[in-house]
């Protein structure tokens, strides 16, 4: 009998492939998930429907590939639907049966419908891209309703792609993503750094219900800085190298044999001057014998302007950066993405047009779910702080208290670390420490003033107001007395599963005081 995994499903569904991988709860590892008749390869799924009128017959995957040759393809075989997806801006100017949100959601459900059984689904985590993310969210949002899944979350495409490179959150970084049917370039900021909140994922469906609406737990997006791109991409690369040894000739037969080859010059142990064979059709359905070696190979793709492309939409992304004041040297990495950027060719043009940033060269194709598993880890759901935490000290100095933050608005808990603190005595002798908690109940206002019609800060600002628990203050009782300004107490604050303000305590000695519950935070 097949081991059941229980776990977390990724899906990036992408404009080309789409893959699939899952994460069992109980190990760091994930997988890429196989299904028979639809992936093309360990959790790589061609993005592509066949819907057929009136018989409704759907397929996806290689099973709908298998079908692009038939007649009326024109109408029942679709592609190239995800980019259009929630997109209010490029118009769809296909035949075909159904409008991209239409195959998204057919092909979902196929999906969907012929994952393995050995695979228990606890959660699902989805990507969406960040130029069309609203529109695409609402697509998802309705499609998650059919979906019976108890924990549903969405991560940002570009955040997913960073995560398990050694990318800090803060990062600025560059993606360059060639695909089957793009080219696509962006300048993103990740969420978090500098003392900010980092990345997380939203919820849109906890515990079998719809929270997408209600949830506290909003998606910190990547911050787009510039984005260019084309609708030039794999498949293109692959007509150049039919039309090569045989020009105008574009049989279905030749454009798969050309993208295999391509795939194998793309590797980096095959030597420049070596020459392989590829066997295509003529128009007379003849197969010839044909010879392509890396050196004929890139200048194919040199022939047809393929870097000249690149160099006008790079010269357009920097120059959208500069506009927004982040430069080349404010790069922390550039991330590839796709299958095109693995050919060599590709991988010399960006190290040499950008020298001096590091290139991050993750699997291409399943990078971005995996990663998506990676900012789920677990995965564990967590909710967000709407009001800070401060505890109240003694300043010395000036001979007064004063709130100290513990925790502040919008961070998430359950809190993976503790806040760690050390009480000094505030007094002579001092034998009795009092524990008291506030909440933020106003935060700071930045007031406008205008002279002279212009805007600008008044220079004495709203103070925020914390208001003290009504819950009774922890006393901890020492063994002895301590003196004026001397380190007395470490305290380890934390915010549990059950939003309770929990806190550890030890003496300078590090001797155990004991654990306690501070009250809920609601």
Same mark, same amino acid.
């Given at each position: 009998?097949?081991?059941?995994?229980s776990?977390?499903?990724?899906?990036?569904?992408?404009?080309t492939?789409?893959?699939?991988?899952?994460?069992?709860?109980?190990?760091?590892? #994930?997988?890429?998930?196989e299904?028979?008749n639809?992936?093309? #390869?360990?959790?790589?799924i061609?993005? =592509?429907?066949?819907?057929?009128?009136?018989?409704?017959?759907?397929?996806?995957?290689? #099973?709908?590939?298998?079908?692009?040759?038939?007649?009326?393809?024109?109408?029942f075989?679709?592609?190239?639907?995800?980019?259009?997806?929630?997109?209010?801006?490029?118009?769809?100017?296909? *035949?075909?049966?159904?409008n991209?949100?239409?195959?998204?959601?057919?092909?979902?459900?196929?999906?969907?419908? %012929?994952?393995?059984?050995?695979?228990?689904?606890?959660?699902?985590?989805?990507t969406?891209p &960040?130029?069309?993310?609203?529109?695409?969210?609402?697509w998802?949002?309705?499609?998650?309703?059919?979906?019976?899944?108890?924990?549903?979350?969405?991560?940002?495409?570009?955040?997913?792609?960073?995560?398990?490179?050694?990318?800090?959150? $803060?990062?600025?970084?560059?993606?360059?993503? &060639?695909g089957?049917?793009?080219v696509?370039?962006?300048?993103?900021?990740?969420?978090?750094?500098?003392g900010?909140?980092?990345?997380?994922?939203?919820?849109?469906?906890?515990?079998?219900?719809?929270?997408s609406?209600?949830?506290?737990?909003?998606?910190?997006c990547?911050?787009i800085?510039?984005?260019?791109?084309?609708?030039?991409?794999g498949?293109?690369?692959?007509?150049?190298?039919?039309?090569?040894?045989?020009?105008?000739?574009?049989?279905?037969?030749?454009?798969?044999k050309?993208?295999?080859?391509?795939?194998?010059?793309?590797? #980096?142990?095959? *030597?420049?001057?070596?020459? !392989?064979? /590829?066997?295509?059709?003529?128009?007379?359905?003849?197969?010839?014998?044909?010879?392509?070696s890396?050196?004929?190979?890139?200048? /194919?793709?040199?022939?047809?302007?393929?870097? *000249?492309?690149l160099?006008?939409?790079?010269?357009?992304?920097?120059?959208?950066?500069?506009?927004?004041?982040?430069?080349?040297?404010?790069?922390?990495?550039?991330?590839?993405?796709?299958?095109?950027?693995?050919?060599?060719?590709? +991988?010399?043009?960006?190290?040499?047009?950008?020298p +001096?940033?590091?290139?991050?060269?993750?699997?291409?194709?399943?990078?971005?779910a995996? $990663?998506a598993?990676?900012?789920?880890?677990g995965?564990?759901?967590?909710?967000?702080? %709407?009001?800070?935490?401060?505890?109240?000290?003694?300043?010395?100095?000036?001979?007064?208290?004063?709130?100290?933050?513990?925790?502040c608005?919008?961070?998430?808990?359950?809190?993976?670390?503790?806040?760690?603190?050390i009480?000094?005595?505030?007094?002579?002798?001092?034998?009795?420490?009092?524990? /008291?908690?506030?909440?933020?109940?106003?935060?700071?206002? !930045?007031?406008?003033?205008?002279?002279?019609?212009?805007?600008?800060?008044?220079?004495?600002?709203?103070?925020?107001?914390?208001?003290?628990?009504? +819950?009774?203050?922890?006393?901890? =009782?020492?063994?002895?007395?301590?003196?004026?300004?001397e380190?007395?107490? *470490?305290?380890?604050?934390?915010?549990? +599963?059950?939003?309770d303000?929990?806190?550890?305590?030890?003496?300078?000695?590090?001797?155990?005081?004991?654990? !306690?519950?501070?009250?809920?935070?609601?």
């Open positions: 009998m097949e081991e059941s995994l776990g977390t499903l990724a899906i990036d569904l992408g404009n492939n789409t893959v699939v991988a899952f994460q069992d709860q109980k190990d760091i590892n #994930s997988v890429l998930v299904i028979p639809i992936t093309s #390869s360990p959790g790589v061609p993005s =592509v429907i066949w819907f057929e009128e009136p018989s409704k017959i759907a397929k996806i995957g290689i #099973s709908a590939l298998e079908m692009r040759d038939n007649s009326n393809s024109d109408l075989f679709h592609s190239n639907f995800k980019r259009l997806i929630g997109n209010s801006i490029e118009k769809n100017n296909q *035949k075909n049966i159904l991209p949100n239409e195959c998204g959601e057919k092909f979902f459900q196929i999906l969907w419908a %012929n994952i393995p059984h050995k695979y228990e689904i606890k959660r699902l985590v989805l969406a &960040i130029d069309t993310y609203k529109g695409y969210r609402e998802l949002v309705n499609l998650c309703e059919d979906i019976s899944v108890d924990e549903i979350a969405l991560v940002d495409e570009p955040t997913a792609a960073s995560l398990g490179i050694n990318i800090p959150f $803060g990062s600025k970084i560059m993606t360059l993503d &060639i089957g049917s793009t696509d370039m962006n300048i993103v900021k990740i969420e978090g750094g500098e900010k909140s980092g990345p997380i994922a939203e919820l849109l469906k906890f515990k079998g219900n719809d929270v609406s209600i949830s506290k737990q909003k998606i910190r990547a911050e800085i510039g984005k260019t791109g084309s609708k030039i991409g498949k293109d690369i692959d007509q150049w190298i039919v039309d090569y040894f045989i020009p105008g000739n574009n049989n279905i037969k030749n454009l798969s050309a993208e295999k080859i391509k795939c194998k010059l793309s590797s #980096s142990v095959i *030597k420049y001057e070596n020459k !392989y064979p /590829i066997k295509l059709f003529t128009e007379q359905d003849k197969e010839n014998d044909f010879y392509l890396k050196e004929i190979f890139e200048k /194919i793709l040199i022939s047809n302007n393929l870097l *000249k492309h160099n006008s939409l790079l010269k357009d992304l920097l120059n959208q950066a500069r506009g927004k004041f982040c430069t080349v040297e404010d790069l922390n990495a550039i991330v590839l993405v796709g299958g095109g950027t693995q050919i060599p060719l590709i +991988k010399e043009w960006i190290t040499k047009k950008i +001096k940033i590091q290139i991050k060269s993750p699997p291409p194709i399943e990078s971005i995996l $990663g598993l990676a900012m789920t880890p995965v564990k759901i967590k909710d967000i702080l %709407n009001k800070g935490l401060s505890i109240r000290l003694f300043n010395k100095r000036e001979q007064k208290h004063f709130w100290h933050p513990i925790f608005k919008g961070q998430t808990w359950p809190t993976e670390t503790p806040f760690k603190l009480l000094q005595a505030s007094k002579k002798n001092q034998k009795i420490f009092e524990i /008291i908690i506030g909440e933020t109940q106003k935060e700071r206002a !930045y007031d406008v003033i205008y002279e002279n019609g212009l805007p600008k800060l008044s220079e004495i600002q709203d103070e925020e107001e914390i208001i003290k628990w009504d +819950k009774k203050p922890l006393k901890i =009782v020492l063994k002895n007395k301590s003196n004026l300004g380190d007395t107490l *470490k305290l380890f604050f934390k915010i549990t +599963k059950n939003a303000l929990s806190v550890k305590c030890f003496d300078v000695n590090d001797e155990f005081f004991g654990e !306690y519950n501070l009250g809920n935070i609601f």
